[in-house]
């Protein structure tokens, strides 16, 4: 395994995709995509396998993706803006500060679905009787 911005990455993939492993690369291959960036700036082709890339591209790689924000410093912007969102009060903030079990943030429906942010109780339906039981 080839570690690159303190993560294992798969050596028998094209390189592209290895680097999505690295939290904040993602795999979109358009031209906007760190991963992407960073192969071409270096004149690497993407579809190398990690395994036949030499030791000196790696660690261009490695320097190169210390320019992006990765793994925990922007797992931190993310809570960040979050707890943002809750201190200011928007309807964002309002529908995650809802404890114990927050509500859906992006306009899913919450009628029918949203068991798992609703809580597992299951409701009746209005009116309906239950079955009797054999006697």
Same mark, same amino acid.
């Given at each position: 395994?080839?570690?690159?911005?303190?993560?294992?990455?798969?050596?028998?993939?094209?390189?592209?995709?290895?680097?999505?492993?690295?939290?904040?690369?993602?795999? $979109?291959?358009?031209?906007?995509?760190?991963?992407? +960036?960073?192969?071409?700036?270096? =004149? *690497?082709?993407?579809?190398? $396998? /990690?395994?036949?890339?030499?030791?000196? %591209? *790696?660690?261009? *790689?490695? %320097?190169?993706? $210390?320019?992006?924000? @990765?793994?925990?410093? #922007?797992?931190?912007?993310? &809570?960040? =803006? *979050?707890?943002? &969102?809750? =201190? #200011?009060? @928007?309807? &964002?903030? #309002? +529908?995650?500060?809802?404890?114990?079990?927050?509500?859906?943030?992006?306009? &899913?429906?919450? +009628?029918?679905?949203?068991?798992?942010?609703?809580?597992?109780? +299951?409701?009746? /339906?209005?009116?309906?009787? $239950?079955?009797?039981?054999?006697?």
């Amino acid at each position: 395994m080839v570690r690159i911005g303190n993560k294992e990455i798969p050596e028998n993939k094209n390189i592209w995709v290895a680097l999505s492993y690295i939290h904040g690369f993602g795999k $979109k291959f358009g031209p906007t995509s760190p991963s992407r +960036r960073i192969l071409a700036e270096l =004149n *690497i082709n993407p579809l190398v $396998k /990690v395994r036949d890339l030499t030791s000196e %591209q *790696i660690s261009q *790689i490695s %320097q190169k993706a $210390k320019e992006f924000p @990765t793994e925990g410093v #922007l797992k931190e912007q993310v &809570q960040k =803006n *979050i707890n943002e &969102q809750i =201190n #200011l009060g @928007t309807y &964002q903030g #309002l +529908r995650r500060s809802r404890k114990p079990n927050p509500l859906p943030v992006h306009g &899913q429906r919450t +009628r029918s679905n949203s068991r798992t942010a609703k809580g597992h109780e +299951r409701r009746t /339906v209005a009116n309906k009787k $239950k079955a009797p039981t054999p006697k």
